[in-house]
């Protein structure tokens, strides 16, 4: 039997039934990712296997170095192929880690290849992979259309005008891009030398005066309204813990101005500007109906050498042991007192923090929508079998499982959307045999209707984005998952 194969993952035949008859027929909604619109928007072709899969994989660079690789194979000279010849031998190293699934489920559902990656099979892969990639099907548009992806949001600055966004949305490709704000550079008061120019082009895009707080809250405002009428409904924030100190807009402005004429704020003047921030864009959020997401807990780029030979986000961050707790409710708290909490799924990035974030969202829950806060799915480096049954299980156990909204790639690579058949196998495995233990009832239509609405329909009803009209969907969705 091929390693991937039709039950991968799936333990028992009930698993196996609610698997292929009410997960796999679910539409993929990717509610937060990080592909390029740009790609989208130009139906971007890949040479070879490098370019769509390797370039940019910070989880497979950190692999690699685990075992020895020089940096010129990651993100250095080498050529494409003697990388990802490179990767090829890394790969038998890679087992019991999520890599090793990842590679094989996103080889055998792009190209069809059984072959288990390493040395000796590297050559007719590669050749394999480059061969298909040259046909329509495996272009950025082609592969969103494959996985049946009805619904991408990218991830973007307030200062993005969004053009890609919208030249792909005036077309009937069969499936929507959407922006999603994510102001994290409005917080950086600490460093002028970035806080200034992106304050000019935040002046530039808005086509507003921010030479004071006031001007930057209204041209923030104002991309906010530019994203909400190009079809956004989310927004999110990248923060080691949420920041919620009390803080009056006369103290905001000052540390404003300070930074505005270059003089950086003290730690305890950030934690005061942000908190100032963060109730304001819950307001923007609540007010036009949107989703907050909080993506909270990583400790970045710790090793200074390598942030000087290679930038940010090149695989030197890791989980952060931040107090979560406290500040979390008190942020939530704070909108809510104000009347002004929007929808909001927080993730946590420390598998300590799940039953502090899912017990967090407990305490908000209103009427105005069901599971108004959601405890977000197992994110970076807990998105592997044993984290999202983690999630899954603390949802379950203080939370309603039936209410959550499933799962995202928050993935650069077109190669990711296999992510949500492997979220869809452990979530089927996990309560097939709760049933086939007599945990839960032997009711395969009960069960099933969760399984379906955690897969798709729930991100589809409590998002509220603009979904595409059916017409140009082709058969290849079907195809792909025969
Ligand atoms: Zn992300």
Redesign the pocket.
Known sequence: MNFIHDNFLLHCPTAERLYHQFARPQPILDY?S?LSAVDIANNRGFNDLFEIWLEGDHYKWRAMRANGVPERFCTGSASPHDKFLTWARTVPHTLRNPLYHWTHLELKRHFNVDELLNEQTAESVWRTANQQLQTDELTAQGILRKFDVRVACT?DDPTDSLEHHISINSRDLGFRVYPTFRPDKSLLVDQPDQFNPWIDRLEAASNVDASTLAGLLDALDRRHSHFHDNGARLS?HGLPHCYAHSCSETEAARIFDNARAGRAASPSEHEAFASFMMVYFGHLDAKRGWTKQL?LGPLRSTNTRKLRELGPDTGFDSIGDFPQAAALSAYLDLLEVEHALPRTIIYNNNPTDNHVFATAAGNFQDESVAGKIQFGSAWWFLDQKDGIEHQLKVLSNVGLLSRFVGMVT?SRSFMSFPRHEYFRRVLCNLLGNDMERGELPNDEALVGDMVRRVCYQNAADYLGLQLAPNSARSKTADLART
Do not use: E
Request: hydrophobic share 0%.
């Open positions: 937060h990080h991830t999110d993506h928050d």
